[in-house]
């Protein structure tokens, strides 16, 4: 199990860029994909990007493709979005999460959780 948190999140402009973090605790950080997932008010949580376990794959919503960049630091125990263009629909909170393997997209099939960040984007 590995405890997470979010940080980073914020009011923004469209066409604005954020930058959000997530810092794991333990010594184990290496051995989880991570993902972000986002879960705008009365919709269901759903999948941003994701990465595995030595950075070298990552995925996309399509949604996000092309504005959104996840990339991980194993020294430091943090994962993070850049999220750049940024659109009134993307206002959610914004969830990481880990699992020891890279793929699904389902958020069921993610163990362990932040407690999220707001994102909000103005128009």
């Known amino acids: 199990q590995v405890q997470l948190v979010e940080s980073g999140g914020g009011l923004v402009q469209a066409g604005g860029s954020l930058r959000l973090s997530c810092t794991a605790s333990?010594?184990?950080?290496?051995?989880?994909?991570m993902g972000w997932f986002r879960q705008a008010p009365g919709k269901e949580r759903e999948f941003v990007a994701a990465?595995?376990?030595?950075?070298?794959?990552?995925g996309y919503a399509e949604s996000v493709k092309g504005r959104f960049s996840i990339s991980r630091d194993n020294a430091k125990n943090t994962v993070s979005l850049q999220m750049n263009n940024l659109k009134p629909e993307d206002t959610a909170v914004y969830y990481c999460?880990?699992?020891?393997?890279?793929?699904?997209?389902?958020?069921?099939?993610?163990?362990?959780w932040g407690q999220g960040t707001q994102v909000t984007v103005s128009s």
């Open positions: 999460a880990a699992r020891l393997v890279f793929g699904p997209i389902t958020p069921t099939m993610w163990g362990d």
């Open positions: 990465i595995s376990r030595a950075g070298d794959n990552t």
């Open positions: 333990g010594r184990t950080f290496s051995r989880y994909a």
